[in-house]
């Protein structure tokens, strides 16, 4: 019944920006804790970034100062702005939400930074 349908994700130049979105179904997301991952190819999934319920938020150093994570819980969605994109941010982009007794992942959305 729980669906997190991301969105947002296509092909950018580097510089360029892009921003996802994961909207959440069933479930209040300011109550829960979200977070961003993405698997490049070749390499393993690694955690972009979190956000608490208290809207807290903890970044990789890879994206420090480019990306920000962010709840609209009117729209009981989350967003991943990506800024000055690179092209190592090559990746699937998955979102993530932890609730007190279940953990959800998404479908992942494409995002591909190529000149």
């Known amino acids: 019944q729980v669906q997190l349908v991301e969105s947002g994700g296509g092909l950018v130049q580097p510089g360029g920006s892009l921003r996802l979105s994961c909207a959440v179904s069933k479930t209040i997301v300011s109550s829960t804790v979200m977070g961003w991952y993405r698997q490049a190819p070749g390499k393993q999934r690694e955690l972009v970034a979190t956000i608490t319920s208290t809207d807290r938020t903890n970044y990789a150093d890879s994206v420090k100062g480019r990306f920000t994570l962010s709840r609209d819980n009117a729209k009981n969605t989350v967003y991943l702005q990506m800024n000055s994109l690179k092209s190592e941010d090559t990746a699937i982009y998955y979102c993530?939400?932890?609730?007190?007794?279940?953990?959800?992942w998404g479908q992942g959305t494409q995002v591909t930074v190529s000149s």
């Open positions: 993530k939400m932890n609730t007190w007794d279940h953990i959800y």
